[in-house]
């Protein structure tokens, strides 16, 4: 597939764009450290598991865009909530996903299913939507998005599409009788890389506002997880693993939070 590109000026760059994709994706991880790591370089242990997050990331974004296949089992076998069970689903991306990895537990003892997956993007979140969200029957549902899609993880977003994507989500809910949470987009800080390139801090509040007005509008809760964790317009370093996911300190000032979100959602019932 290489030498098509070679020595034939007249193919597009985008192929030769491809073709070069597809050559670094099957060079081995280790490959990548050939090269001199520079004195501010974070542990290397944990440069090569973000890597490999990342992989995986592309990896299933080729084979499985919606994600379907990573809770299709587990939401199988778990059955229909029995009855008088306030069940609870949380979609999102790694930032929900992340939560209960470290000390910090997810909810423990509460009925709140974990449907988050990295680097997952509104769109698709929704494709998503029936099988992760509205087939668990669920009372309630937190969605945490947005910050993947202005990271471009799914191709080029706007706030427009974004929020279309948001009213979707919360429209088949609200017609199957699920309440909705919105949660806000959480900060991101340069406190180890520079992430705010990718998610500039101006768009994330710019996005919050627009969740708040909606979350009127729509009659749903809207879920502040930005002014726990910021220091100004970035995250709080000390509540952080690397300037985007929260460590075990920041999801404990996350969980109150949710938990009064999901109680104001279910008087609303």
């Known amino acids: 597939m290489f030498q098509a590109c070679i020595g034939r000026p007249v193919l597009s760059a985008r192929i030769c764009g ?3 994709r597809v050559l670094c994706a099957s060079v081995p991880l280790w490959l990548l450290f050939l090269s001199p790591i520079p004195a501010q370089t974070p542990d290397p242990a944990k440069t090569i598991a973000e890597l490999e997050r990342e992989l995986a990331a592309h990896i ?20 229909p909530p029995a009855p008088g069970v306030d069940r609870v689903v949380f979609l999102g991306d790694e930032i929900t996903e992340m939560w209960g990895g470290g000390k910090s537990k997810f909810f423990p003892g509460k009925p709140f299913l974990n449907r988050g997956i990295s680097h997952q993007t509104t ?6 939507f029936r099988q992760d969200v509205i087939s668990l029957k669920p009372k309630v549902v937190v969605i945490q998005a947005g910050s993947s899609d202005l990271a471009g993880y799914a191709g080029p977003a706007t ?7 948001f009213m979707s989500m919360t429209e088949l809910a609200k017609a199957h009788g699920i309440q909705v949470v919105l949660a806000s987009l959480t900060p ?51 509540l952080t ?29």
Do not use: H
């Open 18 to 20: 491809i073709c070069v």
């Open 60 to 79: 299933r974004l080729l084979s499985d865009w919606g994600g379907l296949t990573r809770y299709g089992s587990e939401n199988t076998e778990l059955g």
């Open 123 to 128: 769109p698709q979140m929704l494709v998503r």
């Open 159 to 165: 706030e427009g599409t974004i929020s279309e994507n």
């Open 188 to 238: 991101v800080c340069n406190c180890f890389k520079n992430l705010t390139e990718r998610r500039p801090p101006g768009k994330i509040m710019g996005l919050n506002g627009w969740l708040k007005g909606y979350a009127i509008r729509s009659g749903s809760v809207y879920l502040d997880y930005y002014s726990a964790l910021a220091d100004g317009r970035a995250m709080k370093k000390d």
């Open 241 to 269: 693993v690397d300037g985007l996911i929260p460590n075990d300190a920041g999801y404990e000032r996350m969980a109150p939070l949710a938990e009064q979100a999901i109680a104001q959602a279910l008087g609303k019932k």
